[in-house]
């Protein structure tokens, strides 16, 4: 499957990798953003049940997460499609 999504670039790949890690939806990775994340968990404030919840990180979680951050501001979007180059759709498309 990584090996399909080398064609869509490292954020698609880390997306993916970072669903497997925490279980997290689609909806909620691509909102979450950097002062949503506090060392070893991210809060997520919208969820589809709409009850914000807590989700802890795997190390190998972390880690994708600390290679996406670079110089990005707390209320940037850990996805930003600035940074990534793709659009929100792109990346739900791709995604699926």
Known sequence: MFE????????????????????MRLGELLNARWEDIAGASIHIRQTKTNKPRT??????????LKSLRQDASEEERGFDPKRMGHHRRQMMVCFK
């Open 4 to 23: 399909a999504l080398q064609r869509y670039g490292e954020h698609l790949q880390a997306l993916v990798n970072l669903a497997l890690e925490t279980g």
């Open 55 to 64: 989700v802890p990180l795997s190390l190998k979680a972390q880690g994708i």
